[in-house]
T-cell receptor
Framework: QKEVEQNSGPLSVPEGAIASLNCTYS??????FFWYRQYSGKSPELIMS????GDKEDGRFTAQLNKASQYVSLLIRDSQPSDSATYLC???????????FGTGTRLQVTL | GAVVSQHPSWVICKSGTSVKIECRSL??????MFWYRQFPKQSLMLMAT?????????EQGVEKDKFLINHASLTLSTLTVTSAHPEDSSFYIC?????????????FGNGTRLTVT
């Protein structure tokens, strides 16, 4: 079982719709969770971080964390074509300092 | 704040030569930096953790004698790909945190695209 799992996609949503990206992780002691956006040929950029169960909102983005289900998600409201990218879920363990990345979900926002 | 600068952004080299990639934290000190590699359409794979003033910690399957890491100061880590071969062609990305808290995110450099001919 992979440590961090994501559906590779592509996930296609029309402009203005809500995009829902999901991620599951295997290490129960994981404490910190991050969503990165990566455009083709570029390095990842941080979108959201979340550490506590529940929702965290930042503009059009909402991160959701459920530690009991070992599940973290990212919602993008009012999706724009510029949101088309690969979204990487990253998890940081209890004592380890390194981040473990999922394989990423490719999002396509269509006109 | 929290800017990580990586140089060069791309490099083409001949098989058998060595290539050095620099990673600098511009506005913060980083006792730890991380080196990732990403092949096309794949996720980031951690290669090694670079520790200032001590030896790097390499992930399983990464040859430490091939990928030399030096972290001589709190703002600079270098990765040298020695005797490069075409299969080493990849996107190499360094990252660092601006604090040591569990919740601190990684900040990434812009990456170096290495092509070995």
């Amino acid at each position: 079982q992979k440590e961090v799992e994501q559906n590779s996609g592509p996930l296609s949503v029309p402009e203005g719709a809500i995009a829902s990206l999901n991620c599951t992780y295997s290490d129960r002691v994981s404490q910190s969770f991050f969503w990165y956006r990566q455009y083709s040929g570029k390095s990842p950029e941080l979108i959201m971080s979340i550490y506590s169960n529940g929702d965290k909102e930042d503009g059009r983005f909402t991160a959701q964390l459920n530690k009991a289900s070992q599940y973290v998600s990212l919602l993008i409201r009012d999706s724009q074509p510029s949101d088309s990218a690969t979204y990487l879920c990253a998890v940081k363990g209890g004592t380890a300092s390194k981040l473990t990345f999922g394989t990423g979900t490719r999002l396509q926002v269509t006109l | 704040g929290a800017v990580v600068s990586q140089h060069p952004s791309w490099v083409i080299c001949k098989s058998g030569t060595s290539v050095k990639i620099e990673c600098r934290s511009l506005d913060f000190q980083a006792t730890t930096m991380f080196w990732y590699r990403q092949f096309p359409k794949q996720s980031l794979m951690l290669m090694a953790t670079s520790n200032e003033g001590s030896k790097a910690t390499y992930e399983q399957g990464v040859e430490k004698d091939k990928f030399l890491i030096n972290h001589a100061s709190l703002t600079l880590s270098t990765l040298t790909v020695t005797s490069a071969h075409p299969e080493d062609s990849s996107f190499y990305i360094c990252s660092a945190r601006d604090s040591e808290g569990l919740s601190s995110p990684l900040h990434f450099g812009n990456g170096t695209r290495l092509t070995v001919t």
